[in-house]
């Protein structure tokens, strides 16, 4: 089994930061990151960052700036550091990677269970 668990999600004033993690763990392989989403009520889930098996990374115009997108391979942790947040960055945010179990040959996509993010004063 293999499970990704964000952490560091909550409420924070215009303005702040936050840093959210996510940590694979279970019987794994190999694993690549691949970009956090975010899904706000009545909204559809979207691409915020994205980062590739090489390190470059992408950004939705809207985090563009603000928001930086990292990974600890031999941890096996991706975090987002969000800073300068606005309330319209308020949604649960969820981490994707592809996982390659032991003793599996192919790969899955993973999500996490979502962590919720509320900018707010």
């Known amino acids: 089994q293999v499970q990704l668990v964000e952490s560091g999600g909550g409420l924070v004033q215009p303005g702040g930061s936050l840093r959210l993690s996510c940590a694979a763990s279970?019987?794994?392989?190999?694993?690549?990151?691949k970009g956090w989403y975010r899904q706000a009520p009545g909204n559809e889930r979207e691409l915020i960052a994205a980062?590739?098996?090489?390190?470059?990374?992408n950004y939705a115009d809207s985090v563009k700036g603000r928001f930086t997108i990292s990974r600890d391979n031999a941890k096996n942790i991706m975090y987002l550091q969000m800073d300068s947040l606005k309330p319209e960055d308020t949604a649960v945010y969820y981490c994707?990677?592809?996982?390659?179990?032991?003793?599996?040959?192919?790969?899955?996509?993973?999500w996490g269970q979502g962590t919720q993010v509320t900018v707010s004063s």
């Open positions: 279970g019987s794994i392989f190999s694993i690549t990151f």
């Open positions: 980062i590739t098996s090489g390190g470059s990374t």
């Open positions: 994707n990677a592809l996982v390659r179990q032991r003793y599996r040959s192919a790969s899955n996509d993973y």
